[in-house]
């Protein structure tokens, strides 16, 4: 491509732009916030090389974007926008989004979706036209000097007759009807990028913000790094990087699509707030791609403008055909869809970056909340210990724990955090905390030096008997078998239970619940004693101890009794009395129950009751393989029963173009519902399940990966249990027992009779492969699809006669 030489001097439009900084207070401000990931880097080496193993790794650790003018979607849609556009897919943790649209100038995001690319929207109607004074947003503004007002006025004349007046040699001129088409097209522009663009020529403060939306996500490391700018993003961008060496951002490449960093008053404001053009000395290759048409990349050769930096880099210009170019040659997913664009950056990832299923230290979901939230946000996090397969020494995971909660403290100490911001949960293999978008990156960064194997979101939890003992064949047991659950413990992980109830009163003066622990609160596990006034009423909510008391205790002399009147139960709360709660109150008391198990040397507690769940998102996680199935399989195979509620999500209104549309829902199995290792229990109507078969509100499979689920189905409507408000002097019905709806219910039904059945064929204590087995096969097939009745109705009669 042949060159231009740019003349040794051009008119002057008057006056000067006043310079914000000095040149060196903007390398000191830069360089101070990067010093200590910088100081990290140089020890651990490049982020990119520890993200394998063995292999290739890959050449670059993380993309950053940064946007152009005028306003955009929500942050995370943008960055997966320009993912697509770009890689063809979500990208992850691999990529970051600089974000500073201007949220005063623009109250309401754009509305868009990840599917859509960038979209020419007229900026809001009490704009004033582009000319003179005028140029200005609806918010109120300080009034520019007028020399400062002559130089947006020259910008606005040169962009506004690149418009009218396309190049010659330029075919597309023949094709588009430039006269109604393209100079609306580019008037619009122009009054999007002259609104933007003042704040950065012309305030200081505000240039500062769009800046350290930048600094930030360089500081949290990562690198090495490739940096995308857009339009404005590209100012913005070369503003900060020419203030880094490369021993502060090691920029492989730098990318600046649809730039205007060629207008002469633009470089006019830069020379005079930062010095010289050069070409930064971090960036080790500087790639500047142009559309011809595009009225903001008015000269689109930059090589003569920057000069070369110490290493010898110079910009590389590329002349590209904008695919959006008839509508909007601006746009920036059209840029980032070009072959040219995507091939510099394969070049210089490399492939092994570029690969759509990669390993990833942050979660997708989580990812997204950063994106989106804002600078000092803190996200509820649970980190994983990386401990590898066969690494059994308890003292290692206890010094790599010990090693990251002391990493998380110095970070907070850093942003001056309090304890009750950063509610620190530690736990035997995961730390759960609330951090910055900026303490997550760092720990991504240094993932391999604290050896943390991901990063997740920390997620929502919430809470999803009289006749019904008969349908699962509970009662006849009792009397033929004698199946009560006398001897066998089973913990029930809810909102607790009110243990004062008389529900749960023996006649020997003993409780049925032996003991509860609350793991809702910041730090350990406490303890909550039998004789102590908290342990009869943990429970405020009402749902764990509906559910308590299907599976054990009962009213003396009457019908009221639970699946395993027997059985003993210890009580976890795990969600607050709202009945929300997080992965983090449950994985607390799987350790404890782990723990209890592991001090006795034997089986303590023989199952769990989970009537919980949540949302799952199979493109952050692997289908049941989250940190709550991780813990829950773990201790499935220590031994222990695993029953779990499959959600009440399997009925759905829809919105339709004529109305709601009402929708039963298939793969809509939760999480921790989708674990193999446990029994997920579905809900059928307590008297009539042949007839009604399986309730409206059940949770169906498959499974996002395949699998069956639910493995089976119990009564879960209109179940009458214990009432929490109940006091410990009730006698009457009502006001010991309400009903409740689910398959929250479903699930002790299932508990309670597995307990009943242990206790009578005590050779399967610690063999829950065995017993899963044997309760599928001996399940009655109410004759539905298996992905919505599973095996169909437990009988508990048939289990202890075939075994």
């Not at 508990?751 to 599928?776: C, H, M, Q, T, W």
């Amino acid at each position: 491509m042949a060159t231009k030489k740019r003349p040794s001097a051009k008119p002057k439009t008057g006056g000067g732009p006043r310079p914000a900084t000095t040149p060196s207070a903007a390398a000191r401000r830069s360089a101070a916030r990067l010093a200590p990931v910088s100081n990290r880097q140089k020890s651990t080496g490049t982020f990119a090389d520890s993200l394998v193993d063995a292999g290739q790794p890959p050449a670059v650790g993380t993309v950053i974007y940064i946007h152009g003018i005028g306003n955009k979607p929500e942050a995370s849609i943008l960055k997966c926008q320009w993912d697509r556009a770009l890689f063809g897919a979500e990208m992850g943790d691999r990529t970051r989004l600089a974000y500073w649209v201007d949220r005063e100038r623009y109250p309401r995001a754009d509305d868009a979706t990840c599917a859509d690319g960038e979209r020419l929207r007229p900026p809001a109607a009490e704009w004033p036209e582009i000319g003179g004074a005028t140029i200005r947003s609806a918010r109120e503004e300080t009034p520019l000097r007028p020399a400062d007002q002559r130089r947006l006025d020259a910008i606005a004349a040169k962009m506004l007759a690149a418009g009218a007046r396309p190049k010659a040699s330029d075919k597309r001129a023949k094709v588009l009807p430039f006269e109604p088409v393209r100079a609306i097209v580019t008037r619009l522009i122009t009054r999007l990028f002259l609104h933007d663009v003042r704040d950065f020529m012309f305030d200081a403060e505000r240039r500062d913000r769009m800046e350290d939306t930048l600094r930030r996500r360089l500081m949290a490391g990562g690198g090495p790094f490739i940096v995308i700018a857009h339009s404005q993003g590209s100012m913005i961008a070369y503003d900060v990087l020419r203030a880094l060496k490369r021993e502060d951002a090691d920029v492989r490449l730098f990318v600046t699509v649809g730039s205007p960093l060629g207008i002469e008053e633009v470089q006019d404001v830069l020379k005079a707030i930062g010095g010289p053009l050069r070409v930064p000395e971090c960036v080790a290759r500087w790639v500047n791609v142009a559309e011809r048409l595009d009225p903001v990349a008015l000269d689109p050769e930059l090589k003569d403008e920057f000069a070369r930096n110490r290493h010898g880099v110079q910009v590389e210009d590329v002349a590209v055909r904008n695919p959006d170019w008839q509508t909007n040659p601006h746009s920036s997913t059209g840029y980032l869809g070009t072959e040219a664009v995507r091939a510099v950056v394969r070049q210089v990832a490399g492939t092994a970056f570029t690969q759509v299923i990669v390993r990833a230290v942050i979660v997708r979901d989580l990812v997204r909340d950063m994106e989106n939230g804002h600078a000092v946000q803190r996200f509820p996090t649970l980190i994983q210990i990386d401990v590898p397969d066969g690494d059994t020494q308890e003292a290692s995971i206890d010094e790599r724990r010990d090693r990251l909660v002391q990493r998380i403290g110095e970070l907070a100490a850093q942003r001056e955090a309090s304890e009750e911001s950063v509610r620190l949960q530690v736990m035997r293999r995961f730390v759960a905390a609330d951090l910055t978008r900026d303490d997550i990156e760092t720990l991504r960064t240094e993932f391999r030096q604290l050896q943390v194997r991901r990063i997740w979101k920390n997620l929502s939890k919430r809470a999803l008997i009289a006749q019904s003992g008969g349908i699962v064949q509970a009662r006849p047991a009792h009397l033929g078998y004698g199946a009560k659950g006398k001897g066998i413990t089973w913990a029930v992980l809810d909102t607790g239970i009110a243990a004062r109830h008389p529900h749960f009163q023996r006649s020997d003066g003993r409780n049925t619940v032996l003991e509860q622990w609350d793991c809702t609160q910041r730090g350990a596990p406490v303890l909550h004693k039998a004789g102590t006034p908290s342990f009869g009423t943990l429970d405020g909510n009402g749902h764990g101890t509906h559910v308590a008391g299907i599976i054990a205790g009962g009213v003396a002399g009457s019908e009221y009794t639970g699946m395993a009147p027997d059985a003993q139960l210890i009580g976890f709360k795990v969600l607050k009395d709202g009945g929300e709660g997080e992965d983090a109150f449950i994985i607390k008391a799987l350790d404890k129950v782990a723990e209890i198990n592991e001090k006795a040397g034997r089986l303590v507690i023989h199952g769990l009751n989970l009537s919980l769940g949540g949302a799952f998102d199979p493109m952050s996680y692997n289908c049941g393989h989250t940190p709550l199935c991780q813990e829950l399989r773990r201790l499935w195979n220590q031994g222990v029963l695993v029953c779990i509620a499959a959600g009440n999500e399997g009925y759905a209104v829809l919105e339709g173009s004529d109305g709601p549309i009402q929708s039963n829902m298939d793969l809509s199995i939760g999480d921790p519902a989708n674990l193999e290792e446990g029994i997920t229990v579905g809900s059928v109507h307590k008297l009539n399940p042949h007839t009604y078969g399986v309730s409206f509100f059940s949770s169906r499979g498959p499974t996002a990966d395949g699998r069956m689920k639910p493995d089976l189905v119990a009564p879960g409507e209109r179940i009458l249990s214990a009432a929490h408000t109940a006091p410990a002097n009730a006698t009457a019905e009502k006001d010991l027992y309400v009903e409740m709806s689910g398959t929250s219910q479903a699930t002790p039904h299932v508990s309670g009779l597995l307990a009943g059945f242990l206790s009578v064929r005590r050779e399967f204590v610690g063999y829950p492969d065995r017993v899963k087995k044997i309760l599928l096969a001996h399940a009655t097939d109410l004759e539905r699809d298996p992905y919505i009745q599973g095996k169909g109705l437990p009988n508990l009669v048939k289990m202890l006669l075939n075994t």
